[in-house]
């Protein structure tokens, strides 16, 4: 490629094509990032223009916050039923589609529906549907799971959430799973068949070794989203009944902008990045090593 | 892969079952958007007796429909041109011009797509708000360009790396200057990428609720997701607006779908194999 030679058309060229990027991501999430570091070490309480140092004193309070460890512990919850039944519908529904089926995108654009639509709306659809729908249901056909609201019963709200997550992303997962599918090699499959391979060998010995790489990235989408869910949290539970669906990032939103705790609630906020990132991380490296060259 | 007739039978019944659960929720919203409060609390199942658009009416006006309407199409069209554009031109920069100060910036770009907004949203809104900054649609566009980029940056860079590097030489030997280089041939090429870019920018932007409910405060400046959570909390005793509601926010992406459907899930199986 032929270069600028003058200092000042190649600075020109280098502002113009990197220069907005740039700008905007160092100022929108670097500076921000680290200044939230700073914040951490701050008792600021969003009002005072000044504020004083209070170094490490806010992580020591972030373990001491029994509430936050709590709806972390529960987040866990969240996050394990979430990832687990996300990817197994997903791969099921990728699995029945994959094969040439008549009207496989008419299936594919259902099962996609719910990912046209923000976590804010499906939250407040399914909370009819939960609370007079489902009712409705339970109290004509007498089926005693459905007689009042799943949303007023704390552990049936929790499952509420997981049904409703499950349904928002099995449809995005099984388009990264389709694609997957439809990269392991024909040949290979059909070397095994002649060989005497039955279907489920083939899924077992071949498909699922080769889809890894599928594995990882779904496995890694539903872990970050499962682990920062807000959205569906507010909108479908607001965290009740009495505050025991309250996943680890309403609490650090209220934390910073409702009590007002900024320094405390970044600090929390900053704990748990490190975790998830921990976690995500640790799963990429191991399932990279799972990977296999057809 | 050969089957039997009755298993396929038996896997395109459950699979239709499985798209009854999925859809269902949509059409009780549907269907109730239509009836009056006492018709959907004494049975939400049944068909409305009469099409009743009283309830459009009143959720249109309450909703303020029009204008948030209006500001989430602005915000989400400029944010996406935006991003696609100046992405595409910094991951083309990357690639031609592979130094070591460009390779460790894009690092750091990349390496940054794993801090979630969460770990931002306190120290956004303090530096923000002290700039005077906040409930502006313009600073929350900005905000969408620099969230937006990293994921756009790496993406338009794998396929940035598959142009020959010969294409554009010999454009510059004719006399081109390496900005025409780019708008002529490079992003031209590029088309296919910048619509798997934008479907999922579209996805992220015209839906996202926490970053806007930060960031805008004032009435008139809700997008949609804002102003419909903001009606369903002030209005949570009468259901038939809130359904029309629902229906007014979810219809617009809705009848985009019909049409590119096949594209915006094309985008993102692309999106997801880079």
């Known amino acids: ?294 | 892969m050969r089957s039997s007739k009755s298993s396929t039978w038996l896997r395109i019944t459950g699979l239709i079952v499985v798209l009854c659960l999925f859809v269902f929720p949509f059409f009780f919203l549907l269907l109730n958007s239509f009836k009056a409060n006492t018709a959907i609390t004494s049975n939400p199942l049944a068909f409305p007796e009469v099409f009743n658009w009283d309830n459009y009416r009143n959720a249109f006006e309450k909703m303020n429909y029009t204008a948030s309407f209006f500001n989430s199409l602005v915000i989400t069209l400029l944010g996406v041109a935006l991003i696609s554009l100046f992405a595409a031109m910094t991951a083309h920069y990357f690639v031609r011009n592979n130094t070591k100060f460009n390779q460790y910036t894009f690092m750091i770009m990349v390496a940054a797509m794993i801090i979630p907004f969460q770990a931002i949203m306190i120290p956004l809104v303090k530096i923000y708000g002290s700039l005077n900054l906040l409930d502006n649609k313009w600073s929350l566009i900005y905000m969408y360009l620099g969230f937006g980029s990293p994921l756009a940056v790496f993406i338009y860079h794998g396929f940035v790396k598959g142009i020959p590097a010969e294409l554009e030489e010999a454009a510059l030997i004719d006399g081109c200057t390496r900005r025409q280089t780019f708008f002529r041939i490079v992003f031209p090429v590029l088309a296919p990428t910048t619509a798997t870019i934008s479907i999922l920018n579209v996805l992220w932007i015209w839906n996202d609720y926490l970053l806007p409910s930060l960031i805008l405060v004032s009435p008139e400046n809700r997008t949609l997701p804002l102003s419909t959570f903001n009606f369903y909390g002030t209005y949570s005793v009468d259901y038939g607006p809130l359904m029309a509601g629902l229906v007014l926010t979810v219809m617009p992406i809705m009848l985009v779908y019909i049409f590119a459907q096949r594209y915006i899930i094309q985008g993102v199986m692309q999106g997801s194999i880079k």
């Open chain 1, 1 to 294: 490629m032929i270069k600028e030679k003058e200092w000042w058309p190649r600075l020109q060229n280098r502002l113009l094509f990197t220069g907005p990027t740039l700008f905007a991501f160092i100022t929108v999430m670097i500076v921000p990032f680290l200044y939230g570091i700073y914040l951490t070490m701050t008792n600021w309480d969003g009002i005072a223009t000044s504020h004083t140092l209070v170094w490490f004193d806010n992580y020591t309070k972030v373990f001491q916050d029994k509430v936050f460890w709590q709806s972390f512990g529960l987040t866990l919850k969240y996050v394990f039923f979430t990832v687990v039944l996300v990817n197994a519908v997903a791969f099921l529904l990728a699995l029945g589609l994959s094969r040439g089926l008549k009207g496989q995108n008419l299936f594919r654009a259902g099962f996609f529906l719910p990912n046209l639509v923000g976590g804010i709306v499906l939250g407040l659809i399914w909370q009819f549907i939960f609370s007079n729908v489902f009712v409705f249901l339970g109290e004509k056909a007498n089926i005693p799971l459905f007689s009042y609201s799943w949303l007023a019963d704390p552990e049936k709200a929790f499952w509420a959430l997981v049904v409703v997550t499950v349904w928002q992303y099995a449809g995005y997962m099984m388009v990264i799973y389709i694609a997957g599918l439809m990269s392991v090699p024909h040949d290979v499959l059909e070397a095994a068949s002649i060989d005497g391979a039955n279907r489920w060998t083939k899924l077992r010995r071949m498909i699922l070794p080769l889809m890894v790489p599928s594995f990882i990235v779904c496995i890694f989408l539903t872990l970050q989203r499962g682990f920062m869910v807000y959205d569906v949290n507010l909108s479908l539970t607001k965290g009740g009944p009495f505050k025991s669906t309250e996943m680890v990032s309403m609490h650090v939103y209220e934390k910073a902008f409702l009590s007002r705790d900024y320094g405390l609630g970044q600090a929390e906020a900053l704990v748990l990045f490190l975790l998830v990132a921990a976690i995500t991380l640790l799963q990429v490296y191991f399932g990279k090593k799972m990977e296999v060259e057809a």
